[in-house]
């Protein structure tokens, strides 16, 4: 395939393919469509409801607009123009794109917000230049509650909790849907002295709904291990949070050992790493879009 992406960043034009190109020498003309039009100046406003209730602008969302040209073009040639874009303080998006009817009733947009907003995503809209200026809203995000102990009873301070999407989640979604999952910044947050954490996640993406994995890492120097909890279900419905048991974190199992080479002399910097195998293969019948290894 071969690909010609404009080298002004500058001229606002489309990224032209051209696919099932032999492995010789040959001449290909690439011309964009005649109607693509003109530049055109577009904001994209994007709000969501503040923890105060309130309407507010989201800054520091990523604001993507993608539009192809459906008609193939010569050779078998096809145009695609986008825009990728962070929205600034007053939450509002600014892009240049072409007006010409080859794309201007055909794009889609979506929208990531910043990592661990309480704002979910919006994805793959239908958008077209009449919706210039028209605020985006966004959904709100599914709160996971939960409190870290450790074998004692003791809360578990300072430690880091990420909430990861589970490889059900993924492998349950079109390869572009997948794609564009592993764009979302994963949230994290610290455990407060009590052991309380809350971490904000997207409750589904198009009509997969989610399911996530915990990855716990305690603070440096603290007697706990990493320990991850998974396959955490988000409620379906208009439930705004997901609260967890209590969740218990095992002792640390201290290994002890040498590492030499074949000869038996010791190996000075080497590194040894200790894996989880869960050793269950089910999953792979339980979701459509699982790798092919």
Not at 88 to 106: E, K, S
């Amino acid at each position: 395939e071969i690909v010609a992406t404009p080298y002004d960043s500058n001229v606002v034009a489309p990224v032209l393919h051209l696919p099932n190109v032999p492995a010789q020498t040959s001449q290909k003309l690439l011309s964009a469509p005649s109607t693509i039009g003109n530049p055109i100046a577009v904001a994209i406003p994007v709000k969501g409801f503040a923890g105060s209730g309130q309407m507010a602008p989201v800054a520091g969302a990523r604001v993507i607009l993608r539009a192809a040209f459906s008609p193939t073009l010569a050779g078998g040639a096809r145009a695609e123009l986008g825009a990728d874009v962070t929205t600034g303080d007053d939450g509002i998006a600014h892009m240049t794109l072409l007006d010409g009817p080859a794309f201007a009733d055909g794009y889609t947009l979506s929208v990531i917000p910043p990592v661990n907003s309480t704002l979910g995503i919006a994805y793959n809209q239908s958008w077209s230049l009449d919706d210039n200026g028209v605020a985006i809203l966004l959904p709100p995000r599914i709160a996971v509650r939960g409190t870290l102990v450790a074998t004692t009873g003791m809360p578990i301070a300072n430690a880091s909790v990420t909430a990861r999407p589970a490889a059900r989640f993924q492998w349950s979604l079109v390869p572009g849907e997948q794609d564009f999952l592993t764009q979302i910044p994963v949230p994290t947050a610290v455990t407060t002295d009590s052991g309380d954490f809350v971490v904000w996640v997207d409750p589904f993406l198009d009509t997969v709904w989610g399911t996530y994995d915990l990855d716990i890492e305690p603070a440096s120097g603290d007697d706990v291990p990493s320990w991850t909890v998974a396959g955490i279900d988000v409620p379906r419905g208009a439930q705004a949070a997901a609260t967890l048991n209590t969740l218990t974190v095992p002792d640390a199992a201290n290994i002890h050992g040498r590492l030499t080479d074949p000869d038996g002399n010791p190996v000075e910097g080497g590194e040894l790493r200790v894996f989880s195998l869960a050793g269950d293969t089910s999953l792979c019948d339980m979701t459509m879009y699982h790798p092919t290894t």
